[in-house]
């Protein structure tokens, strides 16, 4: 079966640095995936990780640990359109596998 | 910037009415999946699709749905005998390379669905 498991609601400061943890139990794997989506919006991509290690894209950096079933999104330099809810995704094959989404409050 | 199109953005239909959701895709893109989200809850893959056939199907994608690729360009998805709980945002995706490489899937800006 898949499991993905994230926390359900963070809160944290305008220009503070958040981590949102996922951990997955997963049949088979061909990456994993962190999308951003705002309310009544489609997901957009964030980062790709299907080797171990740490990925980084400007404020943004995913983790992944294969053989912990773990990941990580870190998120740097929190601005208050940050404010959105983040989906921790798992491909295997065709198909993707979606964790609830962390919803991230930015508060001033 | 190229982008996925989905059509039309809002549909209503009576419950047992079938439906067909139009997406355009990216015009380079070789892979296309259908996910939904019901209101308030996580996004579900429904369905991926290469080479004009189904690549994968999640047990959400029984008899009364179906895909076509009618053309070059559209990619569709059809509720034969839609039911209430079928009311949710259909998203379209595609992506430029095969799963499980680096590759992101574009996501449309959905398809809010209610059935009645």
């Known amino acids: 079966g898949q499991n993905i498991d994230q926390p359900t609601e963070m809160t944290a400061t305008e220009g503070a640095i958040v981590q949102i943890n996922c951990t997955y139990q997963t049949s088979g794997f061909n990456g994993l995936f962190w999308y951003q989506q705002h309310a009544g919006e489609a997901p957009t991509f964030l980062s790709y990780n299907v080797l171990d290690g740490l990925e980084e894209k400007g404020r943004f950096s995913s983790f992944l640990s294969r053989s912990k079933g773990y990941s990580y999104l870190l998120l740097k330099e929190l601005q208050m359109k940050d404010s959105a809810s983040y989906l921790c995704?798992?491909?295997?094959?065709?198909?993707?596998?979606f964790g609830d989404g962390t919803t991230l409050t930015v508060k001033p | 910037e190229p982008e996925v199109t989905q059509t039309p953005s809002h549909q209503v239909t009576q419950m047992g009415q079938e439906v067909i959701l139009r997406c355009v895709p990216i015009s380079n893109h070789l892979y296309f999946y259908w996910y939904r989200q019901i209101l308030g809850q996580k996004v579900e893959f429904l369905v991926s699709f290469y080479n004009n056939e189904i690549s994968e199907k999640s047990e959400i994608f029984d008899d009364q749905f179906s895909v076509e690729r009618p053309d070059g360009s559209n990619f569709t998805l059809k509720i034969r005998s839609t039911k209430l709980e079928d009311s949710a945002m259909y998203f379209c995706a595609s992506s430029e390379s095969a799963p499980g490489a680096a590759t992101e899937a574009f996501f449309g800006q959905g398809t809010r669905l209610t059935v009645v």
């Open positions: 995704a798992v491909r295997n094959a065709g198909k993707s596998t």
